[in-house]
């Protein structure tokens, strides 16, 4: 399986991960997951983005005011022949929200790169089909992100900071 990881930096600063970093938590993600098992090979892009920027994106797609930490735009290939096969392959967009992620780190007692990686996987997991609209699919969802942050070096992200 070939996985190819665009990132775009719309900002940049301390503690904002390196492409290398997004690429490898995005990969990781991808090869755990059922869905990317059939697939050969897989492309997505992930842009770093500031709270102008999240926020009208979650205005025009989400209609909810504010910016959120990670917005996830899967692909759905037209039906059209005149597009290649590598089209078939793009799984989607990530919007990351830097200084959410930030904060959300902070209030939360986190390690910013742990929470950075949580958001390329949980994004990228949106990106194969994973949702977490009810109980079922978020219990789902919540087991696989906690296996493939362990199996990358990061603590269960769902764990209260006083349990850690």
């Known amino acids: 399986m070939s996985i190819a990881v665009h990132t775009q930096y719309a900002l940049s600063g301390l503690g904002i991960p390196t492409a290398t970093e997004i690429e490898d938590w ?5 090869g755990a997951s059922a869905h990317a098992r059939e697939q050969l090979d897989a492309e997505l892009t992930v842009r770093i983005v500031d709270e102008h920027e999240g926020a009208a994106l979650n205005q025009a797609y989400r209609q909810r ?17 005149l597009f ?11 919007v990351i929200c830097a200084p959410v992620v930030a904060r959300e780190a902070y209030a939360q007692g986190k390690d910013l790169t742990a929470h950075w990686a949580h958001m390329v996987v949980h994004g990228s997991l ?38 850690v």
């Open 26 to 30: 995005a990969k990781a993600a991808i």
């Open 84 to 94: 290649g096969a590598d089209v078939q392959n793009y799984l989607g967009d990530l």
């Open 126 to 163: 949106h990106l194969l089909g994973y949702d977490h609209n009810d109980d079922d699919q978020a219990k789902a969802m919540e087991a696989l992100e906690i296996n493939i942050l362990i199996n990358i070096g990061y603590a269960n992200p769902y764990l209260e900071t006083d349990d």
């Open 65 to 81: 005011s504010g910016a959120t930490n990670v917005l996830s735009f899967p692909f759905t290939p037209p039906m059209n022949p």
